[in-house]
């Protein structure tokens, strides 16, 4: 029954379109009632008619999007990841937006980081900030606004510095 009442949705929504202008504007409005604000996001999941999961004429959750969402999401990652962008919704928004979640390798801001901590001589045990951001061995992020601008090696927790400035492990 319910994908029965889908189908003839599909077919009365193109063929609204064929048989006037009046028509398929009463469509469109009809149906910003139950997705306001949908159109104001970056990208647009064109009322749950592209890929992904959503309900014709009501709208999607998420969805493919590489064109809209290609560009952005390949400008944050090292490798190209314009086929894994996905457009998604925001209910605190009410809008749909770029989701580069899908998106894998490093990114640019990481290759950044990783080629200034080489120039750093940071001692066993201790962490390489780059103006605040730290990148973990899998990839992962942590920022501290308490760390310097620029390149800093830190000695921290469960880690202690001795006088001497060397950072151990804590027994």
Not at 43 to 69: A, T
Not at 123 to 135: H, I, R, S
Not at 148 to 155: D, I, R
């Amino acid at each position: 029954m319910f994908g029965t009442s889908i189908v003839v949705c599909l077919v009365l929504s193109f063929s609204s379109t064929v048989i006037g202008k009046r028509t398929a504007v009463a469509v469109v409005k009809d149906h910003e009632f139950f997705s306001a604000n949908v159109s104001n996001g970056e990208c647009s999941c064109w009322k749950g008619f592209k890929p992904g999961v959503g309900i014709p004429f009501i709208g999607s959750l998420y969805c493919w999007e590489p064109l809209s969402c290609g560009k952005k999401c390949s400008s944050i990652f090292e490798k190209s990841c314009k086929m894994k962008a996905m457009c998604t919704y925001n209910a605190g928004s009410g809008q749909h937006h770029c989701d580069c979640s899908m998106c894998s390798g490093p990114t640019k801001a990481q290759v950044a980081y990783e080629a200034a901590c080489k120039t750093a001589a940071c001692l066993a045990n201790e962490k390489c900030y780059v103006n605040g951001t730290y990148y973990g061995p899998s990839g992962g992020s942590s920022w501290s606004s308490r760390m310097p601008e620029g390149v800093s090696c830190q000695c921290e927790y469960p880690n202690v510095r001795k006088a001497s400035g060397e950072c151990i492990a804590l027994p």
